[in-house]
């Protein structure tokens, strides 16, 4: 028996496909949030480690070593080419449309348009994602929060005023394209790759 053997059983130590998409899914929640809270993670880990019988300090110490290898992974993507981290304080820009993180502002071509608070959020969470299917559930946890999930028409309200703010046509919408029975994509109706200032 190894030595974490002793704190946790070992049932406790083979976490589950789903257990483990579960805190993956929480840390990158947190990664993509406007102002990240790394804490918020290590605290769910470190949650997760105490259901699954282990020892406090062995739960502390397990939920700090994921915590810093899924941080040091994350700083690793974000230095590749072409995803660099200049939307995290810069602007996003994809077709026309144009992002400001900092001043909360957004631009299509030299008009300004309003967004309501959560508005922003949500476009922001979908504009760092082009080109990606984002699930309803993903969507309502990422911008709401975790105890989001099942809240569609909710979603479906904000996505609707989006469209009408951003769209030419929000009937045939461009940028915020539904995919039936899963989410919603964002794209670059131009086809041109997302510019990052």
């Not at 508005?119 to 504009?127: C, G, H, N, S, T």
């Not at 809240?151 to 479906?156: A, K, T």
Request: aromatic share 8%; net charge positive.
């Amino acid at each position: 028996m190894n030595e974490l053997g002793k704190f946790c059983p070992p049932p406790g130590l083979t976490a589950t496909p789903r257990q483990v998409e579960r805190v993956a899914q929480l840390f990158w929640e947190s990664a993509n949030a406007a102002s990240p809270d790394v804490f918020q993670v290590t605290s769910q880990l470190l949650a997760f480690f105490r259901a699954q019988g282990c020892a406090l300090p062995v739960a502390e110490e397990l939920a700090q070593k994921v915590t810093n290898e899924l941080t040091a992974r994350v700083r690793e993507v974000l230095r590749r080419p072409g995803l660099g981290a200049s939307w995290i304080s810069g602007v996003i820009q994809v077709g026309d449309l144009k992002l400001d993180l900092e001043s909360h502002m957004l631009r299509r071509g030299d008009d300004e348009i309003h967004l309501s608070p959560k508005e922003f959020d949500l476009l922001a969470f979908m504009m760092k994602n082009v080109d990606v299917l984002l699930t309803h559930v993903k969507l309502l946890r990422s911008v709401w929060g975790l105890e989001y999930g099942g809240e569609l028409e909710y979603l479906r309200t904000y996505v609707r005023g989006l469209r009408k703010k951003i769209e030419k046509n929000p009937a045939n919408p461009e940028y915020i394209v539904s995919e039936p029975w899963m989410g919603y994509r964002f794209r670059n109706p131009a086809g041109v790759a997302r510019r990052l200032i």
